[in-house]
């Protein structure tokens, strides 16, 4: 537990599990009052909540009016934002099959309500002359997979939104930066009917196979855990990290070769 988010209020979207929940909770360990939005909430959370500054708002932020209905939940100060819900559904049967149905869900989710969220907690941010969004992006912005095609599309764009945000606000003293994680311990990824399971039934092998092709694919040999992400966003959410902004910081274990 530490003090460096004493006094300050933060938002968090996806937060009942995963990434978003390990987000809260470092963002609650280091003194912020939490604002945690998600559609359902979790054991995890409920328990957060009992324990910690941690208030759970339920919210489809697919819905029109929810990112202000989050942001309302703050009471009038946003010091963190950090942009996590999303969806990354797998298509197996390749483009051709993805409808603009589809589409429009996965662009909604991965970037749409971070614009929405982003531009309802903006305000108060400019009010205070100060402010942190952290957004949680992907390896697949600059590594885009056929698998995931709409969500790498997505990520991409997330990034270059956040890229241009953070030159019209920076001079305001508000911070915008991406996180962008390759595989993390989630069930997103090993969960079932997470990814591992949908390509595992796909291609016909096991989804242990299908991890361990992952694995290896990374230096480090492993997935990153949800807590590796959290404490990356918590020092983009903190004074540590005061003269960063409009940056991608990669988490993928390697995964990404670089020069």
Do not use: C, H
């Amino acid at each position: 537990m530490g003090n460096e988010l004493q006094g300050r209020t933060a938002v968090v979207t996806g937060a009942s599990k995963g990434i978003g929940l390990a987000v809260t909770q470092a963002l609650a360990g280091a003194g912020a009052t939490v604002i945690a939005g998600s559609r359902t909430s979790s054991k995890d959370l409920d328990v957060l909540a009992e324990q910690a500054p941690v208030t759970w708002v339920s919210v489809d932020l697919g819905e029109p009016g929810a990112a202000e209905r989050l942001i309302e939940a703050a009471r009038g100060r946003v010091d963190v934002l950090v942009n996590n819900v999303g969806t990354a559904p797998t298509r197996t049967g390749g483009f051709l099959t993805v409808t603009d149905e589809e589409w429009r869900r996965t662009l909604d989710l991965n970037l749409l309500a971070a614009v929405r969220v982003t531009r309802a907690a903006l305000p108060l941010m400019l009010a205070a002359g100060r402010g942190s969004v952290v957004t949680i992006a992907s390896v697949n912005a600059t590594l885009p997979d056929p698998l995931v095609i709409d969500y790498s599309a997505g990520k991409a764009a997330l990034v270059a939104f956040s890229k241009a945000l953070s030159k019209e606000v920076g001079p305001k003293g508000i911070r915008v930066n991406t996180v962008s994680p390759g595989p993390v311990e989630t069930d997103l990824w090993l969960g079932g009917g997470g990814v591992a399971d949908t390509v595992s039934a796909a291609v016909g092998t096991t989804a242990e196979d299908i991890v361990a092709e992952a694995r290896s694919s990374m230096v480090t040999g492993r997935f990153t855990t949800p807590r590796e992400v959290a404490d990356l966003a918590l020092f983009l959410a903190g004074d540590r990290s005061a003269n960063i902004t409009g940056s991608d910081f990669v988490i993928d274990g390697g995964m990404i070769p670089t020069w």
